[in-house]
Structures are given as C-alpha cells and as structure tokens.
C-alpha cells in the first residue's frame, strides 16, 4: 500500500496516490456505515480505499503518498492526523461531528472531494508539537495543543515555564498549555488566547485560570522549546485530549516543534474567519 | 461543650463562650505543636480549649457559642468553616498557608487574639451556599464556591443552567461555578470573575474556560435557586475544592444561599483592598 | 399636566395618570411622525398626550403621575429616564434604534402599549447614580455609568479610587467606570465587566483598558461612596455618554446612589437573558 | 554629519560611526541638563554628538551610521525612533519616565553606555507599521501601535477589518489597533491582546472594549495588509499615541509592515521577561 519514492516530505508536491485509507473510530457506526459507501463509490472511480479502526493504530502500512480521511469530529480528525503524521502522510477531514473546527466536506460528495484531492499538487503543511516528559524516552505528537494540567478536580498546580535556558513566569492555576497555530481556536481559545493565522511559525504559551498571576499568553517563536515543570503537585499532560503521562514535583515537560509538520488537504476549511463565524455562531446557539 | 441558648443564630448578638476548638489537619504537624502551645496559654487565661482534627468531623460536640480556631491555609479554614456552620457557632481563621485570603493572625498573637474575640459581642456573617444533586436527598456546604466541571482531564463538559425556573445560557466548558462574595476572590477570580464585597447578598455565576460563549460573570441575587444540568457527559460536582458527586447526562445540580450564614470573628482579615493587594503580590512573587 | 398627590414616589402604587410624554430628539424624522401617529391614536382612546423634543429639557412641566414614552434607541431612552428621574414620572421605552438592550416595543402597538401602561398599578425601580465634581456644586444623573476617563486620544490617565475613606486601587487605564446593574450590558459590558440583575442593589467599579494592574471589576454595594481622583492629567468626567465636565490633577469625581430610583414601566423588556441572546445575536451578526 | 557608505540599511552590519544626536523634548528640563553633561563626557572619549528638540524633527541632517540617543520615557523614545527609522539610523533609549518598558540604561552611565554601543558589530532590528489614510498620499511610521478610535468621549465607532482582499470581523468598539511585537506590551496589553516575542514577524490585531463582539486577538504575518473602515462615525487614527488624522464613514485606514525596521541598539532592555516583571510590579505598585 503505497508508492514510495515521493522525493519530499515536507515540501509541497506532486503525488502518486495509491491508496486511501477511511479513518474511523470503531464505535461511530454511521461512520463506518458511511466509509462503506465511499470504497464502493470510489471503486466506480478507479480508487483503491480501505477502512482504518483509530482505535488501535500499531503497525499501520502507510507510505508518504497515501491519504488518510478522518470520518467524525474534531477527536476523529486529531487522531488521523497524527496517524498520517507518523508516515508523512496527508490527512482530509469529513465532518461528522459537533463542534468541526477542523473539517467542513459534506458527507455526499466524500468521494469526489476525495478523488478532487487525490489530483491536487498541494498540501498545506500545518505546524505540530513534540512533547516528552522528563524521565521518559519517547515523545509525543501534538496537532492542537499540548496541555500540563492538574491531575485531580479541585486542585490547583504551581508551575514554572522556561524557554530555553531562561526562567519564564510562573502560574498557580487549573494548567497551562502550548498551542499551534491550528489549535489556537481550540482550548487555547477557551483558555483566552489569541487566534493565530494557521500558516505562522508561532506557538502560544496560556495558562488556564490562572490565580492572581498574568493571565495573558506569550507568542513566542516556533524554534522555542518550552518547557514546564511541576513545582508542588503531581501534573497531568495531554496531548490533543489524550493524557500521555503525568509528572510529579521537580520533573517537567518539553514541547517543541516536531520535525514534520501535518500535511492537510482540502484546507479550504482551516479558514480563520470561517471557523471564527462558526464558532460564534455555534457557541451561542 | 458550649452554653445553649443563645436566642439568635444568624444576627449579631453577645455570647457565652464556653470553649475553643483548634481545628487542623492530622498531617499538618505545625499546626498540631502550635495548638498545643494555643491550649497551655489560653489555659492561663482561664479558657477552655481542646484539638479537633479535621480529617473526621462526624459526632463533634459543638454549640452555638462556641469558638472554632482554624490552624492552616485556606483549606484548613474552609473545613472548619463547615464544621463551624453545623452547629452556628463562629470561626476565626489563624494562617499557616501560603495562599491565605482568608486568614491573617500572626501565630504567635494566636491565644490572645482568641481571648480578645471570646469578648466580642459581633460577629460577621457571610454567605454561604447550600447544595444537592438531582437524585441525592442530603444538602452540602459551601463558604466559596460549588463548581461543575468536567469530570475526566482533556474533556470539556456541556452545561445547561436554569435561574429559577426561567433557562439561562448553555456552556461548553471546563465547567461552571457558583461563588460566594467571600470566595470571589477564589476560583473565581482565576476564571475571570468580578471581585465582591464580602457583606452583599449575591451569588456570581462564572464559567470557567468557556469556548466560544459569553464568558462573562452574571451577578445574581442570594434569592436565585440556581440549576446546573450536565447535557452530553457526566460532571463533576465540588464544594470549595471537595468532591461531593457526580452527575450523569440529564441530571442536575441545584443551588442556592443557606439557610443559616456562616458566622467569622475577626473579619478584618477579609477586607477587601488586603486580599487584593496580598493576592497580587503574591501572585507576581 | 400632571396630578399631584402620589403619595409615594419611590414605592410601587397605583397612579392617576394626566398626560403621555411622547419623547425623541428633533433631527429623528421617523420617531417625530411616529409621535403624530400615536397621539392621534391615544386621543380615541382618551389619552391626553404630546411631542416632547429631547434636544432641551429645560422647564419641562412634568409631574410623578405622567408616563414619558422614550422614542428612539438607548440614548434616547437615557435621556428620557433622566427627563422622568426629575420629576419622579414614570418611562416607557419604545425602541426605534439599533444596539436596543433597553427597549423592545413594537412601534404598531404603541398606543396600545402605552394604554396598558397607564392602566398598570406597578412600576419597577432602577438604581440611577448621581455624580459630583469635587469644585462643582451641582450634582448630575445617570442610569447607565458614570465615566471618568482620559481627555485627549491617545493619552492614558492614571487614577485612584476611594470607597467612602478607604483607599482603593490606582489604575493607570483608559478610564474606569461606575455602572449601575441596569448598565451593566452597557459599557460595563465592553469594558470586561460582569452582567448584574437588574434588581440588585449594587454598583460595579470597573477599570477601561488598565495598563499592567488588575483589570478585574469590583462589585460594592449601593450604600457605597465612589470617589475617583484624576493624579497626573485632567480627566473627561461622562454621564450616560454625555460629558458633563472635567477634572484637573488633584480633583475627585464622587458617585453615589441617586436618593431616588428611575421607575421603569414595560420592565419585560430589560430582562436578563433577553438582552445576552440580542447582545450576542446582533454583535456576531 | 555622518559618513555614507553603510552597505545595508537593514542587516546587522559594522558601522562607522561619526555623530551622536542625543534627542529630548524641550521641556524636559531635566533631560537637556544631561545631555549638556553627556555630551562634555562624550568630547573627552573623542566621540563628536549634540542635542536635538523633538518638538519639531523636519530637516534634521542624519545619516545611517548615525545614533540617536533618546532621554525621557516610552513618548519620547517613540518620537527618537521615529526620527532615526527616516534615515536608517540607530536608536538607543535612555529611561528617564515612568512607565519604561522600552529603556533601562542608567543616567549616569550614559556615555560610557554610547561608546559601548559606538562600538558594537551588531543591532536588533524590530518591525515597524506604516500607516495611510484612504484619501491622503502619505505615510506614517508606527513602532508600538496604530489606533483608529472614537473621535469623541463618550462615543464608539463600528468599524470593519480587512486582511488583504478578505473581510474579517466588524466591531462595535472604542477602536481597534494594529500592534507590532515591540508595542505588544503597551495599549495592545492593556486592550487584552497577548504578549509576542519581540522578533517575531507578526503583527496583533486587538478590539478595545469592543461590545458583545469577539474580543480576542487575531495573531497575522508581517505579510498582511490590514484595512480598518469606518463603518457609522468619523474615527481618530493614531500612530504611536500621536494623532495623525480622522477618517469619515466609508474611508479607511491601511496598515502594513514598513520596508525599513527600527535599527535599536542595548536591545536588552526589551528583553520580554524583563519588561512583564517590571510591568507587573509597577503595575501595582
């Protein structure tokens, strides 16, 4: 599955497609339902296409030139693409989901979209975050944001920030995270950062209900590497919605810009005024 | 323990003192050594005075005109602020914590500063909240705030609240709050509530990390009876920080003043420009 | 014009009425017609009514028994309250214009509306403030806020606030305001201030672009004294947006709450939840 | 005065370095005293400088291998920028105000301070704004911020913004200002927008008190070119604080990046930790 040979990951370039692959969690039927009809429908059109469970995505055949299409939400969507991530693979977003910042192709026209997608040149490449955590080896990825939060309801985390070498502030508060781009109209929005245009080098320092402290973010540069350490309490840390590990006092956390940036299709939908509408329109529905 | 018939609980009156309480936590080993010096001077002052831990207070013997001494930070004094309440009597704050807007009394003034509030014929009454969950029939306490909030990290909840009968706005959250003036300072104030006087009659509804809805405080009257109602995932429910319950899908939490307010000596510790001026100093520390 | 002899001014009770004050400002054509139209129908009803112009108010015969019809959108309805606050009459808002936060009468139902507004036996009481400058005798009105704020564009002013004879924050900003809970909607609202119940008895302090200090907003009560000191600039001194004089260096502004309430008819149209839908709805249209 | 013959106006280059203008406003006694004293101890390190009014800049002979040391506050720093940015000169800001957050030099190291900077192979360059108004030919220069606001006190504009051929958001508000990364932390801070690492090529679009309107930063590139019309009022513009014009209903405002940086030696002094510590303190102090 897959045809190797594409010269470049990251820059933006002509693709042979072979295969794409329908990414869904196994528990959203009408998805599944949904992703039947698409591999029939892109069969009439010469497309090879299969499901993916995001369930479990150990040991997934993914070359560079594939396509991954997220069928749901925004959860949906930033699983996919940390599955098409770990390939240099594109990711596409159908939304069948709520709140869909990310994703806005009608479930009728999947196919088609995706056969459109399939021949287009380009791809849109969307910074995204590493994180590890102090004592453990291996990293994690981030599309949206990177939080450090406390680990128990009704507590409060004391944590301290540094940007490379230098001593950054410190927050009592519910958190702080790190945002992309992309995922500065997500929980980064909530938190009371500033929207940012999808396509700067930035990320985006907020704390979360901070006490008494400056409750404003910091937008610093997407060379800086970030990182937060516990100074009292046990932290929880998530990556995307997903906790990925816990630090206790002393230990911290590294964010950075990963190496690869997620290359998005269709990014027509990413749009900054479109999803800041939206979301208006959403939020006081 | 205690002399009953004091002929009002909640207006300002004389009292007979019969005791002092020193309450702390089992695990807090200054406060411990300190109330034993506090119960040897007050011994020559001719007041009788004994340790209450905190971490179990059924069957305390408590009256209305007795003293409750919290040793501790803020937590400390919100657990005996309860115990205090159950039985009307009043409660004086002594700060070991760190935080500390409720409390100032230096330790080593402790026993006097508790002979001179034994003498005082006033106490300040404070708001404080009662609440219950749709399907429990007990009521809990809350001299802060009552909070609803998501109940799993890297979630957010949808909240439906209600003012009476009348249906108010629907968050999409980390959750919502319900403060008292005196814990307007509190969480609160990290989610970006207004700071009030501790003497008003009302309750401030605050959403915390709201997204992309009114994230603005709504200043109610102490008369509101306050719903919460969880719509797509169960919550959380916490009285000043404890975790009382859960609510699933459908359910709700309801609440609104107590009956009976809660009764603090020494109350120029609340002022208000001093919990100000000590938060932001402490905060930008 | 007008029957003396109510015997309350500031409680609910059952009034005679004399006469309907059509209000609005000369240079509104539509509101003008619009008056013509609903005299001649009030008259077949055997109301007696007449054209108020807006532009002067000066020697206005007005008594606590006629009803003034504000014509127009909230300025004209500021305007008008403090026509009815002088004489203790009643106001009615009929809404022509845009924002509209006070005001919902449909024009064709006017005189209808303005019939069942006599006929009613209760009126809804909302706090007005009255405003000083500390070298001026006279004292000013407002219903919304009072604003005390830099002068000239581009200036920041720095002052500091008092609470009767305790010292409150310094806030170097574009201004800080004093809103009433019917204004909280206002500029309150623009400023980061909280939304307030309209029957409470309260007063909200809040800072206007403060530089690096608290920009959190105090909540006091309606008993309390508010005086704002310009420190190195003169200040604008505004009442419901209209300026009504200026500070030096050195001077103070003092707010409180107007001895006498403005008494709103139609109040339906100032509740809560009505006003957030709008605000929100006509905001993000 | 000045030797020509700098190969770059923009990268960091070494310099000959043949005058210092030491810049001040004429009734800052207090800074014309020490540049008379600077300027005596400049002469004995055999480096040539004089005073130059910024009252009033037209026709000052300048050359970029020159250096202009500004004495007073953030104001006068802003005007000295502004001078040296129309020759490609540097800047270096001694702090003689209040505020400060752009200088910290101490006075009575000055001339040692210049030599030093005479002699360094290097400078920070900061982006700055250019600003023009639709029916007038020239452009402004803006190192903090650009401001189109209300004309008069009292009033709010509605306004509408665009990015490049795109419309975004219309805001009812007191104004909106384009902020670069230097002027992050002045109006755009005290407005709510985020704090943004001086080098960063980004320009912060902020609302200030906008009303039941999205009040969240937009975060775009240095590429963008951002229109703001007036939409129902004429509106002030400001570049710096400085008052540069008004436009009309229907006009607009263009803000786009200036070919040309600001040229700032002793850059440490905007270090960003540095300027929220100091801020902060004084903040509320």
């Known amino acids: ?89 594109r990711v596409l977003g159908v939304e069948l989901g709520r709140l869909g910042f990310l994703l806005n192709v009608p479930p009728g026209l999947i196919a088609q979209e995706v056969e459109i997608e399939l021949n287009r040149s380009t791809v849109e490449e969307r910074l995204a975050l590493e994180v590890s955590i102090s004592r453990e080896p291996r990293n994690e990825f981030a599309l949206n944001e990177v939080v450090v939060e406390r680990l128990r309801n009704g507590q409060m985390v004391r944590v301290q920030t540094f940007v490379g070498s230098e001593e950054y502030l410190t927050y009592s508060a519910d958190g702080v995270l790190v945002s992309t781009p992309t995922g500065s109209t997500g929980y980064n929005f909530s938190a009371g950062g500033p929207v940012v245009d999808n396509t700067l080098p930035v990320m985006i320092l907020t704390p979360i209900a901070p006490h008494f402290t400056i409750d404003r973010s910091i937008v610093l540069g997407d060379d800086a590497e970030i990182m937060i350490k516990a100074l009292d309490k046990p932290a929880c840390v998530l990556a995307d919605g997903q906790e990925i590990g816990t630090i206790n006092p002393g230990e911290f956390v590294t964010v950075r810009k990963s190496a690869a940036p997620v290359r998005v299709v269709a990014s027509r939908s990413f749009d900054l005024v479109h999803r800041l509408r939206k979301g208006l329109r959403e939020g006081h529905a």
């Open 1 to 89: 599955m897959g045809v190797p040979g594409s010269t470049s990951q990251y820059d933006i370039y002509e693709v042979y497609v072979s295969h794409v692959l329908l990414a869904a969690f196994s528990n959203r039927h009408d998805a599944i339902g949904l992703a039947q009809d698409v591999i029939a429908d892109l069969a009439t059109r010469g497309v090879s296409s299969s499901i993916q469970m995001l369930d479990d995505v150990r040991d997934v055949p993914l070359s560079a030139s594939d396509l991954v299409v997220s069928l749901g939400g925004d959860g949906t969507f930033l699983r996919a693409a940390r599955l098409a991530h770990s390939a240099g693979a």
